[in-house]
């Protein structure tokens, strides 16, 4: 027997009687959940289509930026009615999963406006909104010296990660922005976590992160000193110098550059055998780590 489901007014979830919640997800492949059953639309139109809409969740995605989505600078004369079928297949999919009626799901939604479309969310469904408010909370932990908590908070923040985003959804112009966008939040996010778990002693346990995070990022100064630090702290000198000098020859032979500052500081403290404060350069933020508004996630240096 099939349980009814219903939209509820009094927190403004999708939820079914028994208060099973839709949860939508962009960390990671995209994903349409309900009562732990998966509802993600296969073609793959429609989940750009899908895909745009909640990357840009509570505004109003123009008519004109979702076609562009799906056919960049050459639409065909179609496009406008075929975009009207994408979103009519995508409001008959939430009514089958919800049990709503299409009705309902264009009026709570998948909401048409002015000039464009609307996925309304609240706090909770989307996981991307789950990470911001993590984030946020450890950020605020960071701030007024509580490591233990901001430990927790980034650790549950990064967890909702799935994989990177969207990752199996054809992205345009601004699908591929946003991808970029909330990659480098992630990134950001990482970073502040290592420097925590430093702070707190954990020089063995950020090791096989940071191992996989210089690899992927082999310009990133900030991360190859982290991971210098710990190296050395852990009593591994000679990986470290090691590291020092595979960071060295990408940005020169890549990039035309020598090292900053930090790295070079850090570099000839490794090289002389000094003592290195576990604390220095480890930052704490003074204000958001990342933002998000309406041009998306952004870092706040």
Request: aromatic content about 6%; some cysteine.
């Amino acid at each position: 027997m099939k349980r009814l489901r219903r939209w509820c007014s009094v927190d403004q979830s999708f939820c079914d009687l028994w208060g099973n919640v839709v949860k939508l997800g962009v960390l990671g492949p995209l994903s349409v959940q309900v009562e732990g059953d998966l509802h993600t639309p296969s073609a793959p139109k429609m989940r750009s289509v899908l895909a745009t809409l909640l990357v840009h969740a509570d505004q109003v995605v123009p008519v004109s930026s979702l076609i562009r989505e799906l056919w960049d600078e050459e639409p065909p004369v179609s496009c406008l009615t075929t975009l009207q079928t994408y979103i009519l297949n995508l409001r008959k999919l939430l009514a089958s999963a919800t049990g709503m009626t299409a009705r309902q799901v264009a009026s709570e939604i998948l909401v048409t406006r002015s000039g464009g479309y609307l996925f309304r969310t609240t706090q909770g469904d989307l996981d991307v909104h789950r990470f911001h408010q993590l984030v946020s909370d450890g950020r605020r932990a960071l701030s007024s010296g509580d490591d233990s908590t901001a430990l927790s908070t980034l650790s549950s923040a990064l967890q909702l990660w799935r994989g990177p985003a969207l990752v199996d959804v054809v992205a345009g112009r601004i699908l591929e922005g946003r991808r970029q966008q909330f990659e480098e939040s992630r990134l950001v996010v990482l970073e502040y976590l290592v420097d925590t778990q430093l702070r707190l002693g954990m020089y063995r346990e950020v090791l096989t992160e940071l191992a996989a995070l210089t690899a992927d990022n082999p310009y990133h100064e900030g991360l190859h000193a982290q991971y210098m630090r710990a190296l050395y702290l852990n009593g591994r000198r000679a990986q470290a110098l090691e590291l020092f000098q595979r960071l060295r020859v990408n940005l020169v032979n890549h990039l035309g550059l020598e090292p900053g500052p930090m790295a070079q500081e850090l570099h000839r403290s490794i090289l002389n055998a000094e003592s290195i404060d576990a604390q220095g350069n480890l930052r704490r933020p003074t204000g958001d780590i990342v933002r998000m508004s309406s041009s998306g996630a952004v870092r706040v240096y």
